[in-house]
């Protein structure tokens, strides 16, 4: 370099401390001033300035998680500062040194530098490696040893007023006390932080605060808040290209808190590729952690088991002796849930132990609740007894996958005892609290995943009275947790505006993809920006706060029985894999084992195959004896699986059938004994109760006929028949909008429309408009769904179901919303034979029939002209309260 141009020995050491400051604010920049100040500082023998800029480029590459690189630089900014008796410099250097190394895995480097830094440090530096060392000893799980570290320091930099480091200390200590359960201390600190930084300019720190404020949120079961916050965090990240990695780790907590599983799994997968490939030690261990927990939840325990494993050989090579007892426990849940012997009372108790002096309670407390019931099965009931106190202690306070926890503990806890009134109270008392935290939850997807919460205590409730082989008891304990959220109606997010906006775009995105797939032109870019746009929809939704309010109450078999009349009512529920039946006619109910669902399943599966098979066009003209004959014999073994048991009590009448898992997507028309026979397919006994009593309404009927529809205006010619003065909207006047508009109040829809049913987020099923598809979402801003809605469109029937028989896609919001009946399909239907059903079903139900006598009698006409009218009819049920 040119000496005339070099800059002066004092700017060049500004560069270097600038470069220092920017670090963490904005790391490339702090890269460019710290490397110009290295070749400065060594061209005029200024090793100050070389050890402070080469600790800017180390803690720049620590800010873009290049581990080693970090570790390159402040390693020589170390020796540089040894070497030239520098000691203020060396304390810094290896104070940033130390937590490098913790970030790498090794914190008995990290501790050791500290002690060295700390020699002669004085007054504000002294405070900054106080803290420092406290950050360390948290991350090591010396909790105590690192708050009194905090509160030592603390004053200490208010007095100098060093704003920066006193923001910094307190987000540390945020995250430290929402980890202890102090939630209220832990907001205090965060909210303080996030408000320093925002007054110093900071916006790379403050978002990282404003993370660290949805992990807090997270970790006191606040879901729609810490999505949020992690949101606003990373919108900010994003905007500077900083890696998120670790980031992803607290988000899959919070969607696995969520029961979000297969999201959090991929999220999990996709942080720990990216943590080993950054060799970030530590928050590897971690992520391993959370991957496991994933697996655990989607039943895969080999992959738990060995995820946790290898998080907690890491967790012990790195002293970290807390996580290594969460990496216990979670191997521990793996074995017990995949029955393995190393599950047993002895392991249970000491990973509790180990667990509560780490202050993991929530952990603590499950891990006793896995050893009583291992000794439960054991025999064992005095062990059983003293595990089960312990875990039940927790019912009054904390998270609330805390206190249903200590209510199961409670429950099995009477259960052991003999006292099943009282396992069935705390039962109850458990579900309640779990109704309320669902009734808090705004979007659909996080109530209907909440439910899980729920799963093991309301399978104990079904099974203690299974065990009094008392039909009205099973019914009550069945209804008391089957299909709760369609008591909540679907609350939009505070962005209204904005989920609009995407939801617009997303329409525009999907037609465009369409096009272009067909015309032969590439898609791959299309389809990103689509899963970008689910994506951001997906983050607007489980934003929106929940209402509260109280749950429904649910029917009693009296008040049943009453609406009832001469109808029947079969209920259905699983337990450990049988199937059992509360039937409901003539005043009484009655207990029937139905026995292996896994039977039952396997047939559907044969049938539904065999009815896609005559759906498909074309099929009159081939040989169909093959699948008329599997449909024949799948609907026969189903109909002796299912209603031979209940024939008796059924006694023909019309019947409404409340399914369970599978049995949602069975063509219920189809069995020999049903076929012809009105029949109502409904969530819940209790929801059936409240649409089949729910007044009428005047609105008007209106007639969609959505693109590329075989004669889908000449099927909307035929039913303007039955409905002269309706609303009528085909051709490029189907919009989303204006359908939207139609179905809001009206009092009978029917919409001649394409669906498509999303298994893979239900959420995004949609039917085809004009301009795009209308989604589940755009179906929730709805302010009242049509009175009674048929959607002729394949498959628009269909909801993905989650434990607590929670169902997600079109049906369940629209009957959430306040449709009272819904004629729809759940299995691909070919559309002519199809135009020819709807116009029997009209015509019956224009006539006064009700519409599920309307359309056993639209099945019953059509059912014999051929193949695919037989799929045609087989594959509309009618939904709700008909």
Same mark, same amino acid.
């Given at each position: ?141 010396r909790h105590d040893d690192a708050l009194e570290g905090y ?14 480091? &006193? ?58 808040? $810490? ?22 780790? +607290?988000?899959?907590? #919070? ?25 970030? $030690? ?137 006292d099943r009134r009282g396992a069935g109270a705390a039962v ?6 779990? &109704? ?59 962005? +209204? ?146 209603? +031979? ?66 004669? $889908? ?18 051709? #490029? ?115 006064? +029939? ?33």
């Amino acid at each position: 370099m040119d000496n005339a141009l070099a800059l002066p020995p004092s700017a060049t050491r500004r560069e270097a401390d600038d470069a220092v400051d920017l670090a963490r604010t904005n790391p490339r920049r702090a890269i460019t001033l710290a490397t110009a100040a290295v070749s400065e500082g060594e061209e005029h023998r200024d090793w100050a300035v070389v050890s402070t800029a080469e600790r800017a480029l180390g803690l720049a590459a620590r800010e873009l998680r290049d581990i080693g690189g970090a570790l390159a630089h402040l390693r020589r900014a170390v020796s540089l500062a040894d070497k030239h008796s520098l000691e203020l410099e060396a304390a810094e250097a290896r104070m940033s040194l130390s937590l490098t190394l913790a970030f790498a895995g090794d914190n008995r480097g990290a501790l050791r530098e500290v002690a060295a830094a700390g020699v002669r440090a004085r007054g504000p530096e002294a405070a900054r490696l106080e803290m420092q060392r406290a950050l360390i000893l948290q991350r090591l799980g010396r909790h105590d040893d690192a708050l009194e570290g905090y509160r030592r320091a603390l004053p200490v930099l208010r007095r100098a007023g060093d704003t920066v480091w &006193e923001a910094r200390l307190l987000n540390n200590r945020g995250v430290l006390r929402a980890f202890l359960g102090d939630w209220r201390a832990s907001e205090a600190d965060l909210t303080r932080a996030e408000h320093l930084y925002a007054e110093l300019g900071l916006g790379l720190t403050r978002a990282r605060v404003q993370h660290n404020l949805g992990f807090a949120a997270g970790r006191r079961g606040d879901v729609p808040a $810490a999505l949020e916050w992690f949101d606003r965090a990373d919108e900010h990240l994003r905007s500077e290209n900083i890696p998120r990695a670790a980031r992803l780790t +607290d988000r899959c907590e #919070v969607l696995l808190s969520a029961r979000l599983i297969r999201e959090a799994r991929r999220t999990a997968e996709q942080a720990v590729a990216e943590l080993e490939r950054r060799q970030l $030690a530590s928050d590897l261990a971690e992520a391993r952690l959370v991957l496991a927990e994933a697996a655990l939840l989607e039943h895969d325990f080999a992959v738990a088991r060995d995820e946790a494993e290898r998080a907690r050989r890491a967790f012990v090579r790195q002293q970290r002796a807390p996580w290594a007892a969460l990496a216990r426990y979670a191997a521990l849940r793996a074995a017990w849930r995949g029955g393995d012997e190393s599950a047993t009372v002895s392991a249970a108790r000491r990973t509790a132990t180990a667990l509560g002096a780490a202050g993991w309670t929530t952990a603590a407390l499950e891990a006793r609740l896995i050893g009583g019931q291992i000794a439960l099965r054991d025999g064992r009931i005095r062990v059983a007894r003293r595990e089960l106190e312990h875990a039940a202690a927790a019912r009054s306070r904390g998270p609330v996958a805390l206190r249903v926890a200590a209510w199961h503990a409670q429950a099995l806890l009477r259960r052991a005892e003999g006292d099943r009134r009282g396992a069935g109270a705390a039962v109850n008392a458990g579900l309640r609290l779990l &109704e309320q935290h669902r009734a808090s939850l705004g979007a659909t997807e996080l109530r209907a995943y909440a439910s899980e919460h729920g799963l093991e205590l309301a399978t104990l409730g079904v099974r203690l009275a299974l065990e009094q082989r008392d039909a009205r008891r099973v019914f009550a304990a069945a209804e008391r947790w089957r299909a709760g959220t369609l008591w909540l109606r679907p609350v939009r997010p505070p962005d +209204d505006r904005k989920l609009a906006d995407d939801l617009a775009e997303l329409r525009r995105v999907s037609a465009e993809v369409e096009r272009t797939a067909l015309s032969g032109g590439a898609t791959a870019t299309l389809l990103h920006r689509q899963a970008a746009l689910e994506a951001s929809i997906r983050r607007s939704s489980r934003r929106s706060p929940g209402l509260g309010g109280h749950v429904m109450p649910r029917v009693s078999v009296a008040a049943l029985s009453e609406t009832l009349g001469e109808r029947a009512l079969a209920e259905f529920v699983v337990i450990e894999g049988t199937l059992h039946a509360v039937v409901v006619a003539r005043g009484r109910a009655t207990l029937h084992d139905l026995g292996p669902v896994e039977r039952v399943s396997a047939e559907i599966d044969w049938l539904r195959f065999g009815l896609q098979r005559l759906s498909v066009d074309g099929a009159a003209a081939r040989d169909v004896t093959r699948p008329l004959a599997g449909v024949s014999r799948a609907a026969a073994k189903l109909d002796a699986f299912l209603v +031979d048991p209940l024939r008796t009590h059924l006694a023909g009448r019309p019947l409404v059938i409340v399914p369970t898992a599978a049995l949602h997507s069975l063509p219920w028309s189809v069995l020999p004994s049903l076929h012809g026979r009105p029949l109502t397919i409904a969530p819940s006994a209790s929801a059936w109760h409240a649409r089949a009593t729910a007044p009428g309404t005047d609105g008007d009927v209106v007639l969609v006929a959505g693109p590329e529809v075989a004669r $889908a205006g000449a099927e909307l010619d035929k039913l303007q028949q039955f409905y002269p003065s309706a609303r009528r909207l085909d051709g #490029v006047d189907a919009t989303a909008a204006a359908v939207l508009s139609a179905l809001d109040g009206a009092r009978l829809a029917h919409v001649a429309a394409h669906g498509v049913f999303r298994a893979d987020n239900p959420l995004f099923s949609s039917l085809r408009c004009s301009d795009g598809p209308v989604t589940v979402y755009d179906l929730e801003a709805l302010d009242r769904a049509p009175s009674t809605l048929v959607l002729s469109a394949c498959e628009s029937g269909l909801s993905g179901v989650r434990p607590g028989d929670e169902l997600m896609g079109l049906a369940s919001v629209l009957l959430a919303l306040g449709t009272n009946v819904l004629v729809a399909s759940i299995v691909p239907v070919p559309d002519e034979a199809t135009r020819r059903l709807m116009c029997v079903f009209h015509e019956r139900l224009a006539g006064g +029939d009700p519409p599920a006598a309307a359309l056993a009698a639209a099945q019953v006409r059509v059912a014999g002209d051929g193949p695919a009218d037989l799929a045609a009819a087989a594959g509309f049920l009618c939904l709700g309260g008909g």
